[in-house]
């Protein structure tokens, strides 16, 4: 009796230690599949990221998560980073710019006005936000860094059953030469722009296209110390590459975008297998069974698909809403502000500086394009996963299908 007793406690123990392995390895493999779905993200996301990190708006950093191969980059965070640290530096640096930059506005403000009040009213008013608002954002990409994180592996983790499979898919591909070419022109803007801040009104004027009065920002900047000087070069630069950030923001309804054409070829590939006009039929009651079981599996991964896509966009919005109604009211007044002086300044023949100004304007028309194309991307699939759904035939479904479908 013992030996049999004996026998049958080993063989339960092989059966526990068996499922015990086999829990470890589907925990092991689904911890594998989180990586590869971040590391697919990143890889889309890599313009958007390197342009916000060199810009000072993400403190996050990206790190290999083994010693042993494979080697699967994530994003972390760390205070000691490189990232975290430049990002940090640049909210000390600018407000000590702002500050040297402001016991100079009122004499600047003077030159390009005429004394105008009216005008150097809003001419302050402008500059304070053009300059302003970069800091800010800096300041709320440090404090909520964790909140960011959190939102990067929320993402990671509903979006992983969407585009795991679609490595290939032709709108990601889009998706990464769409951001790879903003990120490369808008620094070659910004940094034209600066250039042209500082130095494009004495090269006019010592050509003979311009006048003195005619160039009254550059010969006010050409009169000030070295250090004045290297201020009206830097400064700008921060305004004027600030709408690189907006490629992280548009980076996610992007996704959900391309995530949502997922699930709808899904739902097409039913309709072409089972046409809407009547109902498949298989002869035989176990094949209609079965078919109509295959239909009601991907009809409902469909709807798990779009229900996650559905929770990404309520986090985005938390998540950024606040930033996204900032970013739009400050390129309105951006826009009207500066084609205000644009149209002012050229009447009065300071052609430079109109030059100049109009980087803001069409930086901030960029800005509003970009974050609007990409919601309005994201509403027409949404309708169209809807519409896809509508046109499924209903006697292919199970009536618990119909009933979460019509």
């Keep these: 009796m013992n030996g049999k007793k004996s026998s049958i406690i080993d063989f339960e123990n092989k059966i526990l230690s068996s ?18 779905i971040e590391e697919l993200l990143l890889q889309i996301a890599k313009y958007p990221i390197l342009a916000s990190q060199l810009n000072g708006y993400l403190p996050l950093t990206i790190r290999k998560t083994s010693s042993h191969p494979p080697f699967h980059p994530r994003i972390t965070l760390s205070f000691i980073s490189l990232p975290f640290m430049y990002c940090f530096l640049q909210c000390i640096i600018l407000p000590l710019m702002i500050f040297k930059f402001s016991s100079l506005m009122s004499s600047f403000v003077a030159s390009m006005t005429n004394g105008v009040e009216s005008d150097s009213v809003t001419l302050k008013v402008l500059a304070g936000l053009y300059l302003v608002n970069p800091f800010i954002h800096r300041v709320f990409g440090i404090l909520d860094s964790k909140k960011t994180l959190s939102f990067w592996k929320t993402n990671c983790s509903l979006l992983e059953n969407i585009l795991l499979d679609e490595v290939n898919s032709v709108e990601l591909a ?47 900047i050409m009169a000030r110390d070295i250090s004045s000087q290297l201020l009206f070069l830097i400064l700008p630069m921060f305004g004027f590459s600030h709408p690189l950030c907006v490629s992280l923001v548009n980076l996610f309804p992007k996704l959900y975008s391309a995530s949502l054409q997922v699930i709808i070829d899904k739902v097409r590939s039913l309709l072409s297998v089972y046409p809407t006009t009547e109902p498949f039929i298989v ?19 469909v709807i798990e698909m779009y229900e996650n896509i559905f929770k990404l966009t309520k986090e985005y919005n938390s998540h950024f809403g606040s930033r996204l109604l900032g970013e739009i009211v400050y390129s309105m007044l951006s826009v009207l502000g500066f084609t205000y002086f644009v149209i002012v300044w050229l009447t009065e023949g300071q052609y430079s500086t109109s030059f100049c100004v109009t980087f803001p304007v069409i930086m901030s028309l960029g800005e509003m394009y970009a974050l609007g194309a990409a919601g309005t991307l994201l509403s027409e699939k949404s309708n169209e996963v809807l519409d896809a759904l509508q046109d499924l035939n209903p006697e292919n479904m199970s009536p618990n299908i119909q009933w979460k479908v019509f």
């Design 174 to 220: 889009k998706m990464k030469s769409q951001s790879r070419f903003a990120f490369f022109g808008i620094f070659a803007l910004s940094l034209f722009g600066s250039v042209a801040f500082t130095f494009l009104g004495p090269i006019l004027m010592s050509l003979g296209l311009e006048t003195e009065s005619g160039g009254a920002m550059s010969t006010y």
């Design 19 to 36: 499922v015990k392995s086999a829990v470890q390895l589907s925990s092991k493999e689904n911890h594998n599949r989180v990586e590869d």
């Design 283 to 301: 002869k035989g009651t176990f094949g209609s069974l079965v078919n109509k079981k295959r239909e009601d599996e991907v009809i409902n991964q």
